[in-house]
Every structure is written in structure tokens, then in C-alpha cells.
């Protein structure tokens, strides 16, 4: 017999009798009664993630990003993008090349595919990365959130992401940290040092 | 309503004067009291250190001499706890489970039996209460500070009809005192730690008494105390309650 | 009493409260983080309910376990990633080294995994010729150090600033003295970063995998998991059977519940969802039983499967705090700690359930409502039938039980102790008696109750 054969006969011998899943739908929203969407819940989302210790700007397109990019970042050191509408400022880097390649990136500017208010995080998904090691490896990580796609809770942030078509994605909610040492926060442990948001409203 | 008195082994022993206040409160408050001679204890203390399996004799004398009361008060929460949750016998198991249903700790019997709403009493001193892990998480006496959900504590609805008192808050309102039974001595050195941070939690908050519904808690910050030549006394809250000062 | 000669857990505390300060501060951390996951926990609407959800979820998961490993090891294989399973530790560790021989790999950087730490996989692979570098900063730390972590989720907590600077200078050739997190952080970054671009191979642990859709979720703060995954050529993952979640939408409940039990966050910074291989690479997934089948025939234990390894009832445990998560001497500490550990080695262990005051906190904290207090009780009655409890305590019992079944004994007996105590109190008053140690012994009463209501009663009757 088989490694995999003895754990499952054994799973199967010794599962308890089965206990029913419960009902998640008493948690759309957070709540009965809470808003779905809206000025509040943009609100929330940008107050959550500026306490985090995140950096977010709200603006009205994309030319406003660019802006603050120029104003914010060393345009002198390696910028790179997914969006084709920055690509004067950055970078637009090819998805197949080798992730070592990427080790010397400032900043990476990439979009979201929406943000979750309870908890200031964005999703991404692979293909909004280009790269999967981009928003790990980047010294700072610069996200454009729609407002529109600004949900709740995780719970609606789920049903929009589904089963998922991606072959890697992830909840980004700051810039990387640890307080490994007595307690004491550091902001930027092995991912980004910063991250700033851009919400377009 | 007939209601038996049940006196814990170590309470009879040691602090007979919390067994006497018990008895005197709930006469005042108008319950005809019995105290049926010959009872002993719980079980708990073998229980608590695995011997779960030799607390029959015990069990079998509990239910002789309680199985006939409509509702057994007790002051101290541990043991009606443990009473409530293993209290068994095979021979006289539906007696077994009718006691478990009536057994009250003696707060919880005055807030929701006989539902006290002022007492006779006056102690103008400054106390901070223990909240016994047994009484709190175990009989629900008070809000858990763990759990999110609205504010309640029978001990301070009751120790708030007392005259002159002043309740103190404290940092840290429900952690373990360190006594746990057989753990007072198995494990000495985290066992008086803990004692010694529910102590200073008290006399830094300028507690002159510290009460609980737990003579065992008690009986261990005692020792502290005494041992550090502190001012500051424990008193079982039946004391309280029935002190006319 | 844990069997193989080395100290109990009643030993290592005593050792740890020998420094009060220290411990003072240990408790301080712990407790300032049980108030971080009180606040947040307060303000999440519907708290009490999330955790019933997610205490539900997991019931219903090992309830239906084996169908749901089926269905996850399917998805898996459609999602390319290599399936292996391990019965117990040795097996695991076999598993990772072929898959590294294979590639003539000799050298791998891993993020944090329990279940790796209880299978000693780092050792196994360094007698193999394979170093292994551990790239959360506690678990770096803990290994430069050559210590175990001391908690599941805050490796080194038990250690000063000071501590690990010195550390870092004796092996990163840091500044003698140089004690400043940040700083000290830097160094650490800029030294592991290395690590993560030239190592080839990256294993990870998994919080949570989705049956459903045949991925697995890693939750970091540091994002070490990632940098190490998505540089390497060979990705591996190893997973206990229970790390299971039956659909993809349970992961809502389980992420929000997870870092603000943990530590009072609202969310890891990374909860990084790992489902195909990068094209060039190869990704596995080793399924774990190691004792995780024989608890799950436990009826009375078998709950302790659903833990998600937050590490809140390590921060909200008093003794824990006190004591220090190195006392527990096994790679779980803590309550939970204490409820696996007999499972996997009952005599080494057999202390653990008796290492607390059954005080209840822990359970209450629990995001899956694990009835951990209860199952320490429990435990304590099973090491007793199996044998494993002191001789001197069993025979105690046994007196204690006899006098407590008879009126007599137990009256004669309390009136002995308490002449003893009064009139020869030194025969207690010792250092025999530990209770004495740091404590006054209570003093004696004129008479017990019994003796004070059968002079009495009827007085009070007449009253």
C-alpha cells in the first residue's frame, strides 16, 4: 500500500459523522444594514490603508499620477509598468524575461484589480503583475485602485475574484514590514520599503 | 423552596468565616437554609489532576445529601462549576443530573434566583475584585474579556448595593491568579508569579481589600500577601455582602 | 514528567522566572499583543460570528476530509503542480531531498513552516549535504542562533534587541553593540536578498488550501515567502492534511479572522494565493499525515485539527507568558501546543495538559472555537489511565479520594491537618513544602464550619 493509499484509508476510517457548512450570506457587507459601495466605503478603504502606514493620493486620472510620480520618485533610477500610459516615465517590462532580471527596480507601477475598505489591501492578480516577483522585488510599489472596485470585506472581494483564472495572485496591504525584533515595527522587511496608492475617483 | 448549603472542603477547614457570612446573608434574605451535616467536597481537586476515575466516592456522597433540595448554594464558583459539568453517578444518574441543574454559586443565586436588589450591608473601603476564571468564563458571572459582546458583572451589580464601598478598576480584570489546583505547587515558580502580577495589579490601583467568589484564588493572594507584609486584606464576597460595618 | 531525562515544563519555567525583569517584559509584549486583538476584534462587526463560521467550516472539512483531499490532489494535478504524500516525518523530508537531488539543488531558502520544524527537515537535509536558510528575520534569527522559535508566529520573542544584535554581529559581522531594530532590519534585508537571487529552490509552508479550486494561500508580512517562490526554479510547499478548506469563498472568513487573532491586524500584508507553476517552473505540493490521522480517531481531541496556527492563545495564555514558549519543549508550545503534543509522543509530553490552570482564555480567544481548556482536562484523565502520571502523585490521590468518600475520615482529618498546621508549623513551614516557598500558609481558624454550626444551629435557628 501506498503512502497516499494509508493516509486516505485511515482520513476515511477515523472522519467523525459529517456537520453541515454554514451560510455566509450574513456577512455581505460586513453586516445587515452596512453599504455595499459608495463615498463611505472609499472613505474607509483610504483611511484603513493610510493607517497602515500606506501612502495614497486621490486623483482624477492618470495624467495626475504621472505627476506625482515625477514629484515623488527618482525618475534617475529604474521605474518599470504595466500601463502603456505611463510608459513615458516607466518602464514597460516583458512578462517572459527572467524574474532575476528585475532586482534592481525602484518602482513598480501596476494596477489593481480592486481593493477590499476593511483592510486597505489590493488584489492582484498575475497578469496585472506582468511578473509575479514585480511587487515583491520592486524597492517601492506604487498600485492604481479605480475607486469603483473598492469592495467591503473580503467576502464580496471573493465573489468578484471567483474560482480564478489566474496561475498566481495576491492581497497586497502595505508596504512589507516586521516587528520580529522586541516588538518594534520596521517598515520594509523583504518586500517594498513603501507603497503608495493611487485612487481614481 | 428548600435549599441546602454546600460548604466546600477548604472553606470548611480554613475559612469558616465566609461558610458563616453565607449563611447568615442567605438567611436575611429570607431563604430557609439547611446544611446537611457529613457532606466533604466536591471532587474537583482529583479530578483537575486526571483522576477524573476515583471521584465516585465523592459523587455518591454529594448526591445523598443534596438530591433532595430545590436549589444548592455554594460559595465558592469553582466547585459549583465543576459540580455542573461532571458531576455523575451511575447508580443514581437521573439525581445526578436533576443536582447539576440546581446547584448555584451563591452571586449568581442572589442576581438570578432570588434576584436581589438591595442589601443591608455597609463596608466603606476600597476593593478590587478578583474575577475567578470559573465564575467568569466558567459560570458566566461577568462579561469575558476576550469575547466582544455588551458589559455585564453580577459580582459588581450586587458589591454596587453595598454602603461606603468604592470599586477599583484594574488593568487587567480577568487574568489568572496562578492557583489551578494541584498547579500551585507542581508548578511553584509560574504559579506565584502569576499571583504576585494579580497583586500588584490590585494594591497599584489602590485596592484596600481584594474580593472574589473564589476562597481558592484568595487563599493564594493571601499568601502573597501576607508573605510581603502587605496592608491590603482578601475577604470573600459573602463577607461583604453581609457586613454591617 | 516528560520521559527521556531532559527537564519538564514545570523545570524550564522555574529557570525562565529565575530573571523577573525578563520576564516581566515577555509577559508585557504578549499581553500588549492580546490588547492589539482585542481592539480589532471589537471592531469587526459580527466577531462572534465569524468564529462560529469559520469553527463550523472546519468541522464540516474534517468531517468530509477524504473527499476533499481526492478533489484538492485533482485540481492540483490540473493545475500542474506534482502531488506527494508523506505519512510521517521521515518520509516528508525523503520527499524534499529527491526532488532537490533531482535538480542537483544544494541549497533552498524557506519560509516559515511549522510543520517543516516539527519534521527537523532543515537537519535532515544539512547531514545530506543541502543548507537550508529560514527567511522570515525571527526563524533567521532563532537558526544563526541555533534555537527553535519560541512561538508559531513571533519566532524570537522571548529575545532582547541587544540579544540579536550580538547575535547578528557574531555572524553578519555587524557593529559590536548595534541593538537598533531598523538598522539591524537593513542588514538582515539586504543579506537575505541575496539569498533569495541566487538559491534555486524555495519551499513554504501553506495556511490555507482550496479543495475547490486546487490552490494553497501563503499569509507573510515580510514577503519572504514570495521573494523566495518566484525567483526559484522548484517551488515546494509542505502541507499538513488538515490546512484544508473545503471552497474558495471560505477563505473570506478565514483571512479575516486570521491576523487580527494573531496579532491584531486587519490582514497580512502578503496573502499570496499560489495555484499553477510560473512557465520554467516546477511546483509541488507534499500532503503530511505525521499523527494528524491518529488525532483525528480521537473523539475527544480531534478538534484540535481545526487550529489555524494564529497563535492567539499563546499570547492570552498567563502561563505561557510567564513561562515562555521554550519551556513546552516541543515545536507547537502553548495551549494548543499542549493538546497536539500528547498525540504525537504521549510520555515526552505528558506534562504539557498540566502545564496551565485551565483558566479559559485561550478557548475564548480561539478563531476556531477550539475547546482547548476542556481538552487540557481531558488529557490530564488519559495520561493518568496510560500511566504516565508520578507515582507519589497517583498514591496521594487515591488517600485524598478515600477520605474525601467517608464524613468520618474526611472530619478527622481536617482537624488533624489543622493541629499540625497550628501547633507544629514547622513541620509545614518548610522548604519541603513548596506552597511555603513564596507564600504564608493560611492561618488556622478556632474550629472548622462543621464545628462552629453543630455548636450553633440552633441558636441560628431561633434567630
Redesign the interface.
Known sequence: MTSREKILEAVLKNQPESTPLPDLGNFRNGGPGLPSGGEAIVQQYMDTFKGIGGLLFSVDDLAAVKLLIRENFDLSKRLVTTLPELGLIAELYQPAADPHTFKDVELAIIKANLAVAENGAVWLSEDRMGQRIIPFICQHLAVIVDAATIVPTMHEAYERIGTGNYGFGAFIGGPSKTADIEQALVMGAHGPITMTVFIIK | MTTGLFIPCYVNQFYPGAAIATLRLLQKLGVEVTYPAGQTCCGQPMANSGFEHLTQGCDTLFIEHFSSFDYIVCPSASCVLHIKQHLHSHKHQEQATLIRSRVYELVEFLTDVLKTDKLQARFPHKVGIHQSCHGLRGLHLGKMSELVGPKFSKQEQLLNMVDGLELISIDRPDECCGFGGTFCVAEEAVSVKMGKDRVTDHTKNGAEYITSADLSCLMHLEGILNRNKSAVKVIHIAEILNSTL | MSGSGTKD??AL??E??KD?ER?DWH?G?L???RQKR?RS??Q???????R??AS??K??L?????GY??QFEDNLKK?GIQVH???DAT?HNEIVYSILKAKEIDQMVKSKSMLTEECGLNEYLAERGIDVIN????EY?QQLDEEPPSHIV????H???EE?GEIFHEHLGTEKGLSD??L???VA?QH??NV??TRRAALTGVNFAVA??G?YVVCT????A??G???SEVQIASMG?EKLI?E??????F??LLARSA?GQ??????????????GQEMHLI?V?AGR??Q??R?DF?DSLKCIKCGGCMN?C??YR??GGLSYHNTISGPIGAILAPNIDMKEHADLP????????C???CPVKIPIHDQL?KW??????EGY?ANT??LS??A???T????DA?KTA?RA??WFLKHLSFTVNNKLN??Y?????????K????E???KN?DK?KN?
Not at chain 3, 474558495?248 to 472568513?253: F, I, N, R, T
Request: proline residues 7%.
Open positions: 515544563h514545570a519555567a522555574k525562565f522566572n523577573e520576564v509577559d509584549a499581553w500588549w499583543i482585542d476584534a471589537n469587526t462587526p459580527q466577531w462572534e460570528e465569524l462560529e463560521a463550523s467550516i468541522n464540516h474534517l468531517s468530509n476530509l477524504h483531499l481526492l493545475n504524500w508523506a505519512e518520509e527567511s522570515d528575520l525571527g534569527i513571533l519566532p524570537c520573542i529575545k532582547r534587541k540579536i531594530p531598523t539591524l532590519t537593513r534585508r537575505l536578498r533569495f537571487l475547490e479550486t490552490e508580512n515580510e514577503g519572504n514570495d521573494m517562490a518566484h525567483l492534511i473545503p474558495k469563498k471560505h477563505l473570506g472568513v483571512l479575516r496579532i486587519p490582514i497580512t500584508i502578503y496573502s499570496s494565493h499560489y495555484k499553477k507553476p510560473r512557465k500532503l499525515d490521522t491518529r483525528l480517531s473523539v480531534r492570552t498567563p502561563v510567564k513561562s498540566f502545564a496551565s490552570t485551565l483558566c479559559g482564555s478557548s475564548n480567544v482536562y490530564r484523565q488519559v495520561i493518568v489511565k502520571a502523585k497517583a490521590m487515591k485524598m479520594a478515600w474525601l468518600s467517608s464524613p474526611y481536617g491537618g489543622r513548596p506552597w516557598k513564596q507564600r504564608d500558609m493560611p492561618e488556622v481558624p474550629e472548622s464550619f462543621d462552629w454550626y453543630a444551629k441560628e434567630d
